[in-house]
């Protein structure tokens, strides 16, 4: 049997979403067309099969190198025994259920809320926060569903912002996206909408120009994706997000802090600079979840923190993203502390380089 690659770019239906939805990997000799499999991959696919579904599109499974089980793209999607291994992981380590007034509606914040459209991806990520919720039929959005959660953003005036998330909300057809996104618009206390996607990084030939159409029709959107590793930075990729800029929508990007796969400053600065290149703003940087099955991911915060003090000054500002901890009470930003005190009418801090400086900053009289 061939090996599939990035060479198969030149099949006719390679750059039709539709058929990498279709084709999309699902056990392990589907994932054989693309990487020579390690046992424990193997035994992982197999012993995880119950636990959490393994899916990978043939675009993204042509990014992974097909002899290293260590490459950051492949362990992203592929299965590790690693999983079973996690006494402290929880599965819904945000209370999520607990914010929910009504189904896959998670409220955290009084004026804003994530609102799960579907519980579809492009493909699995191993350190998904939703993986309880992936494929499940109890948490699938039907239309009378999306219709009673819409019917409660209409009586809580106090809602200004809507995030649609998921799953994707881009794995659905452009005529299901525009009616959510009509009837969103048609609520006259809901200013800003904002969709959650990582199909950019993972499946981005959905992002069509007829699409992107659409899109323009329903201002002010933002997006905001998710790029953990700078091989992800493929010029697919960017062709997505230039069509999405055109568009007039501003994007974001939301990484998760991965050991082994971008938890070092000279990694973090590529992915960071070369988003800013795709004219994608760095966002968010989150530490990884004590979520079930993760603990192989996870890095210490102290080591989080010091990685990103290393960047400060030694790239663009706005390449800088914001390292926050999650919690079922908001995000918290997670940083080196640049405040030393006070010195009667000066103020001390430390710079980039690790020199105080002293700041003339005399109290109010």
């Given at each position: 049997?061939?090996?599939?690659?990035?060479?198969d770019?030149?099949r006719p239906?390679?750059?039709d979403?539709t058929?990498?939805?279709?084709?999309?990997?699902?056990d392990a000799?589907?994932?054989?067309r693309?990487v020579?499999?390690?046992a424990d991959?193997?035994?992982?696919?197999e012993?995880l099969?119950?636990r959490f579904?393994?899916v990978?599109?043939?675009?993204y499974?042509?990014?992974m190198?097909?002899?290293?089980?260590?490459c950051p793209?492949r362990r992203?999607?592929v299965?590790?025994?690693?999983e079973?291994?996690?006494a402290a992981?929880?599965?819904?380590?945000l209370?999520?259920v607990?914010h929910?007034?009504?189904?896959?509606v998670i409220?955290?914040y009084?004026?804003r809320?994530?609102?799960?459209?579907n519980?579809?991806?492009a493909l699995?990520?191993?350190?998904c926060?939703?993986?309880r919720?992936?494929?499940e039929?109890?948490?699938?959005?039907k239309?009378?569903?999306?219709?009673?959660?819409?019917?409660?953003i209409?009586?809580t005036?106090a809602?200004?912002?809507?995030l649609?998330?998921?799953?994707d909300p881009?794995v659905?057809?452009d005529?299901?996206?525009?009616?959510?996104?009509?009837?969103l618009?048609a609520?006259?206390h809901?200013?800003?909408i904002?969709?959650?996607s990582?199909l950019p990084v993972?499946?981005?030939?959905?992002v069509?120009d007829?699409?992107?159409a659409?899109l323009e029709?329903?201002?002010p959107?933002?997006?905001?994706?998710?790029f953990?590793h700078?091989?992800e930075l493929t010029p697919?990729a960017a062709?997505a997000?230039?069509?999405l800029?055109?568009a007039?929508?501003?994007l974001?990007?939301?990484s998760v802090?991965?050991r082994g796969i971008?938890?070092?400053?000279?990694?973090?600065?590529?992915?960071?600079?070369?988003l800013?290149?795709?004219?994608v703003?760095p966002?968010?940087?989150?530490q990884a979840?004590?979520l079930?099955?993760?603990?192989?991911f996870r890095v210490?915060?102290?080591?989080?923190i010091?990685?990103?003090?290393?960047?400060r000054?030694?790239t663009?500002?706005?390449a800088?993203?914001?390292?926050?901890?999650d919690?079922?009470?908001?995000k918290?930003p997670?940083?080196?502390?640049t405040w030393?005190?006070?010195?009667?009418?000066?103020?001390?801090?430390?710079?980039?380089?690790?020199?105080?400086w002293?700041?003339?900053?005399p109290?109010e009289?």
């Open positions: 049997m061939k090996r599939a690659d990035r060479s770019a030149n239906h390679w750059r979403w058929w990498q939805m279709q084709q999309r990997i699902r000799d589907g994932l054989a693309f020579t499999p390690g991959e193997k035994d992982a696919i012993l099969s119950q579904r393994f990978i599109t043939p675009y499974a042509a990014l190198d097909p002899d290293d089980p260590s793209v992203q999607v299965p590790a025994t690693a079973l291994q996690d992981g929880l599965a819904d380590p209370d999520e607990q929910s007034p009504v189904k896959n409220r955290v009084p004026d809320i994530a609102f799960c459209v519980n579809e991806c699995t990520c191993r350190f926060l939703r993986k919720m992936l494929g039929p109890e948490w699938s959005m239309r009378r569903e999306l219709e009673t959660a819409l019917d409660w209409r009586r005036p809602i200004r912002d809507v649609l998330t998921g799953g881009l659905y057809s005529a299901k996206l525009e009616w959510l996104l009509a009837e618009r609520i006259p809901v200013e800003l904002r969709l959650g990582r993972t499946l981005p030939f959905r069509t007829a699409l992107c659409m029709r329903h201002h959107l933002w997006l905001n994706t998710h953990n700078p091989k697919e062709e997000c230039d069509k800029t055109r007039g929508i501003p974001g990007n939301q802090l991965l971008n938890d070092s400053p000279e990694v973090m600065k590529q992915l960071c600079e070369g800013v290149r795709l004219r703003r966002y968010y940087c989150y979840q004590r079930e099955g993760t603990a192989h210490p915060m102290e080591r989080g010091e990685l990103f003090r290393q960047l000054g030694r663009s500002g706005f800088i993203p914001q390292y926050v901890l919690t079922p009470h908001g918290v997670l940083s080196h502390a030393r005190g006070r010195e009667g009418d000066d103020v001390v801090v430390e710079t980039w380089d690790g020199h105080l002293r700041e003339p900053n109290l009289p």
